[in-house]
């Protein structure tokens, strides 16, 4: 997958920019404040119709101004889409078009390979449970096509249910009635959840333990798992197992549930855990370990990406400077297995030179307080350098 | 401000209604200063009037001006079977159909705590009394589905099959007419779950 141009109209600090992509790597240069990671979230509103990572609509719009609207071209599956996105602050409008149509359903949600990695991801496995769930939901809806949907039916059930835990003028036989009626949906759906979750888990598992090898020269290792509430293999035995294992589970907890007032069964508790040499990494690894986890995961999102049909998009924003040599050079050696490279860098260091070698179709950008120029290459010069 | 006090009143009514915003709101008030005083009257005497004469129907709580609505008065429906609906408006969405030969109950909303509607407010004892004093053999449940129409649906069919009397669910299809690739996937995924035997 690649994107080719894309045209930013009072998108945060943008008042109107018009760029022709690299479908190779697109490095952008800038100092600090100056529109990089909204640039590079941007790329990431237009492929999924929303805004990054829990931003609000009306952040998005340049200050002052009464929308943002962006509109982009994505090569996807050998097919070309005109995608536009946008959003109106006084009617509360949000506008999502492919080739022109709108497109209620997101029907490219599930199919754009996209990996983004911000520094602040490295620190995941030293957050709470709730922003490793957020992260897998996240990452898993990109790949898998219903799983948002299932997700967000799950959360409305959830939180249905929660309600009807702290009701008090029912009778005792209706609320459990009523109980029964939510836990059939939170059985249906989270048993989807949890298959899909358990899925890609496993598969980012095997390719991050082998990652994290090379980079201790397999003197240490690393395995990832899905901690459930449900004591099973998830990965074995099919969906109606699940299912009658969930609702064992949440009959035999359904007196806890009333007396503590709120859903305690499902995979809304659930974490994904990280082992680094048999011991839990969020309590006994060391802060360097920690982060050279979560790029070995991070790598291990790209080459599952790259084992399938359609090669990936990666989003770096500012992350070598955040990283030692031996990690940079990890993460240089996967840029080659995605299709098209966003790369934002406060400035230019030696140590980013292989970068430059090793890509040769690359388009370098400068972006300053909102608006970014193309620099162009000078015969055989780059004037980069 | 703006606009007399009678006219700023006349907006904020106006905006009560569903579905209108502010700029509506001012149209439809200038409109109504526009009109004929014996047509403003005779608009306030119909709302008057209808909010007075209307009532439930007390049998299937479809609205009606009688002790009972025309389908519960009509005496060539199937009395054994009964289908379960939201809204008025899927009721008609069904009948216009032609194709139910039975009566109906209207719940008026789906189970939704977080709004405080539960099984009384939705007057489900009404309905479970009814499934039982007129004999009902089949119950179709019309909920939505969505979460709380579903979790409606479910809640009904655990309390009425006790009663002994037989209860589905209508089947989530495509819609007519429009290509299979269309189809969003939690559509299809559902058609798919509810297919049957040919
Ligand atoms: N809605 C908006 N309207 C106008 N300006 C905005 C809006 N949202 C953010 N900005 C501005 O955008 C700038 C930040 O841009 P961005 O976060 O992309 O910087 P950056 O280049 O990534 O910087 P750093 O290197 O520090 O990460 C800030 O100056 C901020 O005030
Ligand atoms: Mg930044
Ligand atoms: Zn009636």
């Known amino acids: 997958m690649y994107i080719s141009s894309i045209f930013l109209k009072n998108y945060r600090n943008y008042k109107k920019q018009d760029l022709q992509l690299s479908p190779g790597i697109n490095i952008i240069q800038g100092a600090n404040g100056q529109g990089k990671s909204n640039f590079l979230e941007s790329v990431y509103n237009l492929c999924f119709g929303r805004p990054f990572r829990g931003f609000k609509e009306i952040d998005l719009v340049y200050r002052g101004t009464p929308y943002y609207y962006l509109q982009g071209t994505i090569y996807l599956q050998q097919r070309c889409y005109k995608v536009e996105v946008g959003y109106e602050i006084e009617k509360k409008r949000k506008i999502f078009k492919i080739n022109g149509r709108k497109d209620r359903s997101n029907s490219l949600a599930g199919r754009c ?27 898993i809806s990109q790949i898998a096509p219903l799983y948002g949907e299932y997700l967000s039916r799950y959360n409305r059930v959830i939180y249905q249910k929660n309600r009807a835990l702290k009701e008090k003028k029912l009778s005792r036989e209706s609320l459990k009635n009523l109980i029964k009626a939510w836990n059939a949906q939170i059985i249906h759906f989270g048993s989807r959840i949890l298959q899909k ?27 990832i798992s899905y901690k459930s509430f449900l004591q099973k293999d998830l990965l074995t035995g099919d969906l109606s197992e699940i299912e009658l294992l969930f609702s064992i589970e949440i009959a035999a907890k359904e007196e806890e549930e009333y007396i503590r007032g709120f859903s305690i069964v499902g995979p809304h508790r659930d974490d994904l855990a990280f082992l680094i040499n048999g011991c839990d990494a969020k309590r006994f690894a060391s802060h360097g370990q920690q982060r050279s986890a979560v790029i070995a995961l991070k790598a291990a999102q790209i080459q599952y990406y790259h084992q399938q049909e359609e090669k990936p998009l990666f989003i770096l ?32 260091e030696k140590y980013l030179d292989p970068i430059f070698k090793k890509f040769s179709c690359f388009s370098f950008f400068h972006v300053q307080n909102g608006s970014i120029t193309e620099i162009k290459e000078n015969g055989n010069d780059r004037l980069f350098y | ?64 001006e009688d002790e009972l609505c025309p389908v519960c008065r009509d005496e060539r429906r199937d009395k054994a079977l009964l289908c379960v609906v939201q809204e008025p408006r899927d009721m008609m969405v069904i009948e216009k159909t032609g194709q139910f030969k039975g009566r109906y109950f209207i719940l008026h909303g789906a189970l939704s705590p977080v709004e405080g509607i539960g099984p009384d407010e939705l007057m489900i004892p009404q309905l479970l009394q009814l499934i039982k004093d007129k004999k009902i053999e089949e119950v179709v449940i019309a909920t939505n589905p969505n979460v709380e129409g579903d979790a409606t649906a479910y809640y009904i069919a655990g309390a009425a099959k006790p009663l002994g009397v037989r209860v589905t669910r209508i089947g989530f299809g495509l819609p007519v007419g429009g290509d299979l690739e269309y189809a969003d996937e939690l559509t299809m995924t559902r058609a798919l779950e509810s297919r049957r035997e040919m």
């Open chain 2, 1 to 64: 401000m703006l606009f007399s006090p009678s006219i700023t009143r006349l907006v904020e009514v106006f905006r009560r209604l569903p579905g209108i915003g502010p700029k509506t709101a001012l149209r439809l008030t200038f409109f109504v200063l526009t009109m004929k005083n014996e047509e403003v009257q005779e608009m306030a005497r119909a709302l008057v009037e209808a909010k007075k004469r209307v009532r439930y129907c007390t049998r299937c709580r479809n609205l009606t």
């Open chain 1, 197 to 223: 979750r358990a899925y890609y888990i496993s598969a980012w598992s095997e390719l991050a333990s082998r990652n994290f090898g090379l980079l201790f020269e397999n003197e240490q290792q690393l395995k």
């Open chain 1, 317 to 348: 924003d500012d992350i070598f400077s955040e990283l030692d040599e031996k990690r940079r050079e990890q993460c240089f050696e996967l840029l080659a297995k995605a299709e098209q490279i966003f790369l934002s860098i406060t400035k230019k």
């Open chain 1, 113 to 139: 390979p996209v990996v983004f990695f911000v520094p602040e991801d490295l620190e995941l496995i030293r957050r709470g449970p709730e922003e490793r769930r957020r992260f897998l939901d996240r990452e």
